[in-house]
């Protein structure tokens, strides 16, 4: 795993502030007040965590990050499972978004 710069080591630990503050995952513009960045900076510092898995992003889905990796030496095994687990079964269509069994007729095969 590829050691983080100053700019994605400041992104990460805003993004984990502002999720513990806030209790949901921070938007770009919240991210770029609080490291005093611009909106297309931290897209590309989150763009960066994301292609070193620190972070799970998914495009076109507001508030979604989550952290996988608290810093360059520790992993987040269990989160990182938990979310893998649950967006494969949410996209396989046997959970709902708030992690619920879907109904056997809802199911897609």
């Known amino acids: 795993m590829s050691a983080l710069t100053p ?4 992104t990460l630990e ?8 806030n ?5 770009l513009r919240e991210i770029a007040k609080e490291i005093k960045s611009s909106v297309t900076g931290v897209h590309n510092f989150v763009e960066g965590l994301k292609e070193r ?3 799970y992003y998914p495009k076109n889905r507001a508030r979604s ?3 996988l990796f608290e810093s360059d ?6 989160s990182a499972a938990r979310m893998l687990y ?8 046997t959970l709902t978004a708030k992690g ?3 109904p056997p007729d809802r199911i897609k095969i």
């Open 7 to 10: 700019h994605q080591r400041d």
């Open 14 to 21: 805003a993004i984990k502030h502002l999720t513990a503050r």
């Open 23 to 27: 209790g949901t995952s921070p938007t």
């Open 53 to 55: 898995g620190f972070i």
């Open 65 to 67: 990050i989550r952290v």
């Open 73 to 78: 030496d520790s992993v987040n095994w269990e």
């Open 86 to 93: 649950e967006q494969n079964a949410i996209m396989r269509g």
């Open 100 to 102: 619920l069994p879907c």
